[in-house]
């Protein structure tokens, strides 16, 4: 698969605005109506909310992440399983195209071949696995995880190398379906919201963020050129809102590795 299938766009937001996640959540669905109807589109509102709990896995020296890699586990509360998911990113697409994330079970794991696009409009590519487990995985050395992504064999990494949770840190995570963008002329784009908490899913979030994404469109043999106008100019928009965008915040995954070390 070296066809890039989907594109997201992320941002962090200012996580101090969502103390009241309802509340803060539906202000910022109307800043997202107001932007859409200046594009000449609207929204279809949403507020299912599903709770998960998210981590990374790696070594006592993160020789994962030296490579490039991300190992996250989540429980999904809502399938009530696990999902594994193994992720190479880099800023290069020529590194991005070439990594391997295959699991040892084709038939039930999920490879996706997506650009992340950051503030302002910078691109990172990544190319991932995902494969479910009704328990949670076993993961306590290199060859665990080799038994399941056997793409690490290549690392060379000593096969008792310890594994643990990164920071023995797990995120309580709300995901909140937020609205779906109709720009008339283009599938619509669906927009979530992510929220991160260290006990439980109240006070503070340590963070917040906005991601929307869309697909490959496999009847065209290419991607919707409308649907990206439109969801290039709602990002360029939402990174102009005063008191929302913070693009001095960390993401997810930095904050799992760094933001307790």
């Given at each position: 698969?070296?066809?890039?299938?989907?594109?997201?766009?992320?941002?962090?937001?200012?996580?101090?605005?969502f103390?009241?996640?309802?509340?803060?959540?539906?202000?910022?669905?109307?800043?997202?109506g107001?932007?859409?109807?200046?594009?000449?589109?609207?929204?279809?509102?949403?507020?299912?909310?599903?709770?998960?709990?998210t981590?990374?896995?790696?070594?006592?020296?993160?020789?994962l992440?030296?490579?490039?890699?991300?190992?996250?586990c989540?429980?999904?509360?809502?399938?009530d399983?696990?999902k594994?998911?193994?992720?190479?990113?880099?800023?290069?697409?020529?590194?991005?195209?070439d990594?391997?994330?295959?699991?040892?079970?084709?038939?039930?794991?999920r490879?996706?071949?997506?650009?992340?696009?950051?503030?302002?409009?910078?691109?990172?590519?990544?190319?991932s696995?995902?494969?479910?487990?009704?328990?949670?995985?076993?993961l306590?050395?290199?060859?665990?995880a080799?038994?399941?992504?056997?793409?690490?064999?290549?690392?060379?990494?000593?096969?008792?190398t310890?594994?643990?949770?990164?920071?023995?840190?797990?995120?309580?995570?709300?995901?909140?379906?937020?609205?779906?963008?109709?720009?008339?002329k283009?599938?619509?784009?669906?927009?979530?919201?992510?929220?991160?908490?260290?006990?439980?899913?109240t006070?503070?979030?340590l963070?917040?963020?906005?991601?929307?994404?869309?697909?490959w469109?496999?009847?065209?043999k290419?991607?919707d050129?409308?649907?990206v106008?439109?969801?290039?100019?709602?990002?360029?928009?939402?990174?102009?809102?005063?008191?929302?965008?913070?693009p001095?915040?960390?993401?997810?995954?930095?904050?799992?590795?760094?933001?307790?070390?």
């Open positions: 698969m070296n066809r890039i299938t989907s594109r997201e766009y992320k941002l962090i937001l200012n996580a101090t605005r103390l009241d996640r309802e509340t803060a959540s539906n202000a910022f669905q109307d800043v997202i107001f932007l859409a109807e200046r594009l000449g589109g609207d929204i279809d509102r949403q507020d299912k909310e599903e709770a998960r709990e981590s990374y896995v790696d070594t006592e020296d993160f020789r992440r030296a490579a490039g890699y991300a190992l996250r989540r429980y999904e509360e809502d399938e399983d696990y594994l998911t193994l992720k190479f990113r880099s800023a290069d697409l020529i590194l991005a195209e990594a391997s994330v295959e699991t040892a079970d084709a038939r039930r794991s490879m996706k071949f997506e650009e992340d696009l950051m503030p302002p409009f910078r691109s990172v590519f990544s190319r696995s995902a494969i479910r487990f009704k328990k949670k995985p076993k306590a050395t290199i060859e665990d080799v038994e399941i992504f056997p793409a690490l064999e290549k690392l060379e990494l000593h096969k008792k310890r594994l643990s949770t990164v920071n023995a840190f797990t995120a309580t995570e709300i995901f909140r379906k937020l609205c779906k963008v109709d720009f008339k283009a599938e619509p784009i669906k927009l979530g919201l992510s929220f991160w908490y260290p006990n439980g899913p006070g503070w979030p963070i917040a963020e906005c991601a929307f994404d869309f697909e469109d496999g009847r065209k290419g991607f050129l409308d649907q106008r439109g969801a290039n100019e709602l990002f360029r928009l939402l990174q102009k809102q005063p008191g929302w965008f913070d001095s915040a960390t993401t997810k995954t930095r904050y799992a590795y760094e933001g307790m070390r």
